[in-house]
């Protein structure tokens, strides 16, 4: 069999990809995910608080929502429905923490829940943290002259 008429076949056998279901759960459910942290935010800033405040503040509850889901094993059952729709950065970010800390939590809190939790995040924190120092020398040379 040529790699021609195996391509060919794999595509016959494979079942098909319901993309327009998909795109539709990913869209309601990461709106949805958006709208409860609106929610957080006009709360908290009919509480008082200022507008930084209340965003800083809705970005925590969508953290702890998001960790809470994850290690009681919802949030996962969320993400096999909506795909990418649960990537909305800050709650698919906590999951991408929380997660794997779930995961290795019988190998114990050193080894497993403390090595394994930034196994997915890690990565993105490190080259976040790396670019915003290299931005900042760059921007304090260039305000230098």
């Known amino acids: 069999m040529k790699e021609l008429e195996y391509g060919k076949l794999v595509e016959e056998m494979s ?14 459910i990461g ?14 800033t009919s509480m008082g608080l ?3 405040d209340a965003g800083t503040a809705a970005s925590m509850s969508l953290v702890v929502l998001s960790a809470l889901l994850t290690g009681l094993s919802i949030y996962d059952d969320i ?3 909506a795909g990418a729709g649960t990537l909305v950065p800050i ?18 809190f050193v080894l497993g829940v403390g ?13 976040g943290v790396s670019a915003s120092v290299i931005y900042g020398l760059i921007y304090w040379i260039w305000t230098m002259f």
């Open 79 to 81: 993400a096999k429905m």
């Open 115 to 127: 090595a394994k939790m930034f196994t997915i995040a890690g990565p993105v924190i490190v080259y």
């Open 31 to 44: 709106g949805l995910i958006c709208v409860i942290g609106q929610a957080f935010l006009n709360w908290y």
């Open 15 to 28: 079942p098909k990809s319901p993309m327009w279901r998909d795109c539709l759960n990913a869209f309601w």
């Open 91 to 108: 709650t698919g970010f906590a999951n991408s923490i929380s997660a794997p800390a779930v995961e290795f939590k019988t190998e114990g």
């Open 50 to 52: 200022d507008k930084t």
